[in-house]
């Protein structure tokens, strides 16, 4: 699937259509020039991929977009709805461009949304879907992510399955992406297993996932916990870390998201079951792309990048770009983040984690 969206990527650029070339037949000529801020709102530095790839990434493809004239005004919420709303306003005081958001509250960013339209500043949602009058959002298919999470425990279960007694550790509900994740981990979990615990993990905190998991392991008895959904990897990290003070030496899978390089040194050496790998580059690359051509009034550009079309509480038919996913364990990590340029060997297979590199095959 990565791979056909990459090829779909490229054949974009071999017509012409990404890099503006043969563009004879765009309905519009560019509403402003390079000389453009994007504006680009995060929602939280306890997620390891926003700082490290999504936020460099964009700045980077704005930059190359824009023959280097563009730039980004960055503002991260450090897990603060209020600071987000904030910052929002503070993008348009400053009248940016375009905002790219990744709202921490979807619902209570719509009036954020609202105020930016009345500006006449497109707002396009990035990775989780905001509410109110959105131009865009671009993401990954997250129904899709909850179900190869929940479909990679099944199978790694296998004959354990039907007794196995599952703890899920699910996203902060104010996350339109929680309820996706969880939505698509149920249609492969249920009547597979037996879901004993399920938490929802305010802000995606690690610290009140450890504090869930101590609870669930009292309630369940350490013993008797086949098998953890984690909906990302910082609960993932947690929740191991929970089972370890509780005595466990041998470590029931646990699911994550995101691909952090902590949580692949945890494949690696066999305590976290799986990740989903995203294509943090074909994500914010092309919610760069998106921005600047918006902007640029490249509207034949801008339709190629959001053929899909998804729907908010407060909005239909959305033009969206869905990227796809990747179940990530240690049979394939070369064939992903190491491929992909996201890690390096070396990144991966530190002194602590070299005979488990080894042992895998990762030299």
Not at 205 to 215: G, H, L, R, T, W
Not at 269 to 287: D, H, I, P, R
């Amino acid at each position: 699937m990565a791979l056909a969206a990459s090829a779909s990527a490229l054949s974009l650029t071999a017509c012409g259509v990404i890099d503006g070339i043969g563009g004879g037949d765009s309905s519009a000529s560019p509403e402003k020039g390079d000389d453009i801020t994007v504006g680009l709102l995060l929602p939280d530095k306890d997620t390891a991929r926003f700082e490290k790839f999504d936020y460099p990434l964009i700045k980077k493809e704005v930059g190359d977009l824009t023959d280097g004239k563009g730039k980004v005004a960055y503002a991260n919420a450090e897990a603060s709805a209020d600071q987000q709303s904030r910052q929002f306003q503070q993008m348009i005081d400053d009248q940016v461009d375009v905002i790219l958001v990744d709202a921490l509250d979807a619902k209570a960013i719509a009036s954020d949304v609202q105020k930016a339209k009345d500006a006449g500043i497109p707002v396009i949602a990035y990775d989780r879907l905001a509410e109110g009058p959105i131009d865009a959002y671009v993401s990954h298919d997250n129904e899709l992510v909850g179900e190869v999470q929940g479909r990679s425990l099944v199978q790694e279960l296998g004959s354990k399955a039907a007794s196995g007694k599952v703890v899920m550790m699910n996203g902060d509900p104010a996350d339109p992406n929680t309820a996706r994740f969880k939505k698509g981990a149920l249609d492969e979990l249920e009547g597979e297993v037996d879901i004993v615990k399920q938490y929802d993990t305010d802000k995606w905190s690690p610290e009140v996932a450890k504090a869930n998991m101590e609870k669930a392991i009292k309630a369940v008895g350490l013993a008797d916990i086949a098998a953890v959904y984690s909906a990302n990897d910082g609960m993932a990290g947690a929740v191991i870390d929970a089972l370890k003070e509780a005595g466990a030496t041998k470590i029931p899978p646990v699911t994550g998201q995101d691909a952090n390089l902590d949580a692949v040194q945890r494949i690696v050496a066999g305590e976290q079951f799986m990740t989903v790998y995203k294509s943090f580059l074909l994500e914010a690359t092309n919610a760069a792309k998106m921005a600047v051509y918006k902007v640029q009034g490249h509207d034949i550009e801008f339709d190629a990048l959001t053929a899909d079309s998804v729907d908010s509480p407060t909005q239909k038919n959305i033009p969206a770009q869905l990227v796809p996913v990747v179940a990530l364990t240690k049979d394939n990590i070369e064939d992903t983040v190491i491929r992909d340029g996201v890690y390096t060997v070396k990144q991966i297979c530190t002194t602590e984690y070299a005979a488990d590199c080894a042992a895998i095959g990762l030299n």
